[in-house]
């Protein structure tokens, strides 16, 4: 990719068809980009890492946002024309976040929305004059508008300021400049679930460069050969969300699924969807469940092979070497306005049921477990194995969220997840009879089956 506007662009395409979320319509979230810095393969990725993570839900693994791609120089006009918005996220490329915290940055903006208070930014404070970081800085528009919309970018040399700081002494926990409204600081918990790549400076730019070469394409080890013990923030919060784990419970509805007849379908290992489609499709034949990770390939049979109900999955987790995640809420991963509790509990039923489903696909179908990373199986074209087990077949292809996950994200560029997801449909329209993938695309977009007959 040559420059940030063909990464913007395609971004775009990716995420076309993405719907605001009602309740979130009055939010805008902004990326920049500064017009100094020279783009490169190593920009890119911290560029792509901040623009995923903002563009939909409190983890940054979901969609609804209202967001928007511009250079640095641009932002003013940008929001201008946000005149349909009352608040704005803006960041500065590079900035990335802690989704593990309990309250994740996107939440704290959610709620941050509902203060009235007019701006909360990076401080900084000197003697004789004081303005803002542009890294990451949060707006009410509209008591911008009725400022008369001041610049983003003013030097306030007139202000007055809290006595104490955040760390040195020109980090104040607030300033109220003159003629304007106070603007807080962020304060020491919030700063401390974000980090910023400083892609200006050059000592950051090394680190930066030996990280995501060390990332690129997730070569085997690739967790191991990133120091989880640097003293580097932004590493550690990008690596917090790396390691593979076996997920006992879907986060993602079902929707709705296609009436033609399959005889095989490929699912990944994650909780009951794969029992679902051999219930709900028009379908006799086998299931395959896949997974990158060959420990989640083995939890999955054993969960299976054993007929374990939920409580009996917790035991297990006890004593696997291998995390196994549970959702405490039921099927509402994560919270509002992440998923709907009503519709997952109407897609999936209860537990008991689901297991009774695992029950019916145990006796009813041949299962198959593969250990398969699929971008790596499409990108390396090492695909005999696939290819014989589609050849003829009616094939339900489940992709699940593969290509836009933040793994995969932090692991390919945004054009190779684009050309693999376009290798599985060529792969497919070659030699399966007919074919449906469900999933959805780099941009977290529902992916499209125009042509499901090869």
């Known amino acids: ?31 920049m980009y500064p ?28 969609t609804g946002h209202v967001q928007k791609l511009c250079l640095q120089s641009e932002l003013e006009d940008v929001l201008k024309l946000c005149d349909k918005h009352t608040h704005a996220m803006i960041c500065m490329s590079g900035m990335i976040f802690d989704m593990t915290a309990k309250i994740s940055p996107i939440s704290r903006f959610y709620d941050w929305t509902k203060t009235g208070e007019y701006c909360k930014g990076h401080i900084l404070s000197r003697l004789n004059f004081t303005q803002l970081n542009g890294q990451h800085m949060e707006i009410n528009l509209e008591k911008w508008r009725k400022l008369g919309r001041p610049s983003i970018w003013e030097v306030w040399k007139k202000f007055k300021r809290s006595k104490e700081n ?66 580097d923030n932004y590493t550690k919060i990008l690596m917090k969300r790396m390691k593979p784990r076996f997920y006992s419970e879907n986060t993602e509805l079902i929707g709705k699924l296609p009436e033609q007849k399959f005889d095989l379908i490929f699912t990944p290992t994650a909780g009951y969807s794969g029992e679902i489609f051999a219930d709900r499709l028009n379908f006799q034949g086998e299931v395959v469940f896949y997974d990158y990770c060959k420990e989640n390939v083995f ?109 995969s994200h932090a692991g390919y560029t945004l054009e190779e997840l684009i050309q693999t997801l376009d290798d599985l449909k060529q792969l497919l329209s070659k030699h399966s009879k007919t074919f449906y993938i469900k999933g959805t695309n780099p941009g977290k977009q529902e992916i499209k089956n125009e042509n499901i007959c090869s």
């Open 166 to 231: 955040i760390h040195d002494d020109y980090t104040p926990h607030w300033v109220k400049p003159h003629n304007r409204p106070e603007i807080k600081n962020f304060t020491p918990e919030e700063r401390y679930a974000k980090a910023w790549s400083y892609l200006h400076m050059r000592r950051k730019k090394q680190h930066q460069r030996k990280l995501w070469l060390n990332i690129k394409g997730l070569p085997e080890g690739w967790i191991d050969s990133v120091s989880l013990n640097t003293k």
């Open 1 to 31: 990719m040559k420059n940030f506007e063909e990464f913007k662009k395609l971004w775009q395409i990716q995420t076309a068809s993405v719907k605001p979320t009602k309740k979130l319509q009055h939010m805008v979230f902004i990326v």
């Open 299 to 407: 939890i999955k049979q054993n969960i299976v092979e054993m007929f374990m109900s939920m409580d009996n999955i917790k035991k297990y987790s006890k004593i696997s070497s291998h995390p196994i995640v549970f959702n405490d809420y039921g099927f509402l991963q994560n919270h509002y306005p992440d998923y709907d509790m009503k519709k997952f509990k109407k897609e999936y039923g209860d537990r008991t049921a689901l297991r009774m489903l695992q029950y019916k696909m145990y006796n009813k179908h041949k299962i198959d477990y593969w250990v398969m990373d699929l971008i790596k199986t499409l990108k390396s074209k090492s695909n005999v194995n696939l290819v014989k087990k589609i050849k003829g077949k009616n094939v339900f292809f489940d992709v699940s969220n593969i290509f836009s996950y933040h793994v």
């Open 35 to 62: 017009d100094s810095i020279k783009w490169n393969s190593i920009v890119e990725k911290q560029v792509q890492m901040t623009v995923l993570q903002t563009s939909g839900g409190i983890t940054g693994s979901g």
